[in-house]
Structure formats: C-alpha cells, structure tokens
Nanobody
Framework: QVHLVESGGGLVQAGGSLRLSCAASGAIHRINVMGWYRQAPGKQRELVASINWEFNTNYKDSVKGRFTISRDNAKNTVYLRMDSLKPEDTAVYYC?????????WGQGTQVTVSA
C-alpha cells in the first residue's frame, strides 16, 4: 500500500522559514507529479506547488518567489522550502503523489505563521 509521510510543519513567526518533506513508499511504479496543497480553516484545499517527472514546476501566484518545490526521485521524496512566511500561509499542508492511475495524499502537516 502506498504511504506518504509528511514532516517539517510547525509554528513560525512571519518572515521565517520552514522546510516540508514528504516521502512516498510502497508499490509506486511511476510518479508523474508530486505536489503540495494546503487547506486553511473554512477554506477549500488549494494547490501550492507541484513538480512533475521532468522537474517542471508550478506555483500558486501568492507563493512565487517565496516557496521552492523540489523532489528526489531516488527517494520518492518531495520538499517544499517556504521562506518569508506570512500569516496567510497558515494552513494544513498536504503532499500529493500522482501516478499513472492514482492520486495519493499525505496525512497533512500544520503550518502556523504568527503575525
């Protein structure tokens, strides 16, 4: 069974940095896209950043220049480096692994940014 384990969330002051990690394990034959979504209280889950198998990246406009997504294919791990964090970034962050036929989600990690 595919399992995604997230880590790196926490409480940080505005302007600070965090680095999220998500390691996928199990019967994963081909990962096409890995990415990060977030969901704030009362809000819908939204895409933050993604990176495909060719290492092309996409970012939500509000995080461009502040967040950096990367992946290590050998480790089946995706990272999200978050700099210059803002209170608006506060949310539960979920990693996504997309294969040929399935999507797999991590358990979520809380990121809280204080003003």
């Amino acid at each position: 069974q595919v399992h995604l384990v997230e880590s790196g969330g926490g409480l940080v002051q505005a302007g600070g940095s965090l680095r999220l990690s998500c390691a996928a394990s199990g019967a994963i034959h081909r990962i096409n896209v890995m990415g990060w979504y977030r969901q704030a209280p009362g809000k819908q889950r939204e895409l933050v950043a993604s990176i495909n198998w060719e290492f092309n990246t996409n970012y939500k406009d509000s995080v461009k220049g502040r967040f950096t997504i990367s992946r290590d294919n050998a480790k089946n791990t995706v990272y999200l480096r978050m700099d210059s964090l803002k209170p608006e970034d506060t949310a539960v962050y979920y990693c996504l692994t997309r294969t040929y036929g399935n999507d797999y989600w991590g358990q979520g990690t809380q990121v809280t940014v204080s003003a």
